[in-house]
């Protein structure tokens, strides 16, 4: 049976636009978006996509039409909301390492809220505010030190991680924050990992917010708003699928009764599974103990298996028997370098094969490794297909380089 995205088979993608190329269905995008409205309905929460997930102009500006805030890391990520259409006053900054630069723009731009992640980071945010005459609004980012039960390096809410501020500090710290003149404290938050797959470690998180809130409010310090970041996993492989309506509901029972408003930061649950990347097999290969099957993608075009032994789901667009035990490698010269590693696939050079949750952490996470030029992005919506990025050309590669010796 043809392989197809929405109406458009990717064999006809393949051909038309090359590979390896990113394929987006925008109906995936929009059931996801509408399906964190509808389970969320009764807090209806502000939802500030996580722009680091996915970052095309065309998916933000999909988002930003569907209602959505933006969850930013950089000036670059506020800048490219702005391009695609989003509203500066549903921006959430947050990331440990603000640069003063980045500060003023986000301040005359008129973003919603600084999540900020440490004491030095407040005097940073004020100084600066103080400068251009305005006042920041500002979150704390506490650290709950849960355990969000997901691989060590996508795991964010720990004592060892380097985001947030301690529970033990953060009194002290909305304190400090409250009396600096030129910031004004607005709400609390904290994001706790990545892909995850029980949610209760989101509620245990919540829970203990809430008593800092209420230790906060006893002090005149009254929130605003708390932000409990992103973290909802998707099923690559045969993980659960993680429960939304728990999430929600305990959430509800949490929050109902107060007068916070409620942000998330959801990334990958938006957009992971409407994406899918097209790889071409270049060879067929026997090696000495295993057998290759060698690709046109490769580790700079999806560095999760490689970075989080992260599992993707591999299908041939072709049917083929029997299936045997394979690497699925790219070009790259590095022995990381693959998408999948003993996977039972048949598959002959010329085959076109779909990487299935390629939507999030994949095109954003993309390099230039090898002088390998990005690959071309594709929106798909029913019969109509877009290009939202065009391939790269060998000359961009070395367009901003001089050869000056
Ligand atoms: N908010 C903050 C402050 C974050 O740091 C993140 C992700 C999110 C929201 C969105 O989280 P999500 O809903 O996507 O789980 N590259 C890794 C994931 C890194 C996540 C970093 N922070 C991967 O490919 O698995």
């Known amino acids: 049976m043809t392989k197809m995205c929405e109406q458009i088979s990717f064999e006809d993608l393949a051909q038309q636009f090359g590979t390896p190329l990113y ?5 995936e995008l929009s059931t996801a978006f509408s399906r964190y409205q509808q389970t969320f309905s009764a807090l209806k929460p502000l939802i500030c996509y996580a722009v680091k997930a996915n970052s095309n102009l065309s998916i933000l500006r999909h988002f930003a039409q569907l209602g959505s805030g933006f969850d930013t890391v950089s000036g670059g990520e506020i800048a490219r909301v702005l391009a695609a259409g989003g509203a500066a006053d549903k921006i959430i ?3 440990v ?3 003063v630069a980045e500060i003023e723009y986000a301040l005359t731009v008129g ?3 600084f999540n900020v992640e440490s004491l ?3 005097d940073r945010i004020n100084e600066v505010a103080q400068r251009l005459n305005k006042v920041a609004p500002i979150s704390l980012r506490i650290n709950p030190d849960v355990d969000a039960k997901t691989h060590p390096y996508i795991s ?3 004592k060892a991680n380097k985001f947030g501020i301690a ?6 710290a909305f304190v400090y924050a409250h009396s600096l003149p030129a910031l004004k404290v607005i709400g609390i938050d904290c994001h706790i990992g990545s892909q995850l797959i029980d949610l209760s470690p989101l509620i245990e998180a919540c829970e203990r917010l809430l008593i800092l809130v209420d230790k906060l409010a006893q002090q005149n310090i009254v929130l605003q708003h708390i932000d409990l970041g992103g973290g909802v996993g998707i099923v690559y492989h045969e993980e659960q699928t993680p429960d939304l309506h728990f999430y929600a509901d305990e959430l509800t029972k949490l929050l109902q009764q107060r007068s916070l408003n409620l942000i998330i930061e959801p990334g990958r649950s ?3 599974q409407a994406g899918t990347l097209l790889t071409r097999v270049e060879y067929v290969k026997q090696g000495e103990e295993k057998n290759f099957v060698i690709v046109d993608a490769a580790m700079n075009d999806l560095i999760r298996p490689t970075l989080y032994e992260a599992y993707h789901h591999i299908e041939n667009t072709v049917f083929r028997q029997p299936e045997i035990l394979v690497d699925v490698v790219g070009p790259i010269c590095e022995t990381g370098d693959f998408l999948a590693q003993n996977r039972m696939l048949a598959a002959e050079q010329g085959d076109l094969l779909l990487v299935h949750g390629a939507g999030a952490y994949a095109a954003s996470m993309a390099s230039n490794y090898n002088s390998r030029c990005r690959a071309a992005e594709i929106l798909v919506n029913g019969k109509e297909v877009k290009l939202i990025r065009e391939r790269e050309k060998i000359d961009d590669l070395f367009a901003n380089e001089r050869a000056l010796l």
């Open 156 to 158: 964010t809410g720990l």
């Open 111 to 113: 973003i919603k809220c």
């Open 23 to 27: 394929v987006y269905s925008q109906n």
């Open 93 to 95: 900054y947050s990331g």
């Open 270 to 272: 938006l957009v992971g």
């Open 97 to 99: 390492g603000k640069s």
């Open 167 to 172: 529970m033990s500090d953060a009194e002290r």
């Open 120 to 122: 030095p980071e407040l």
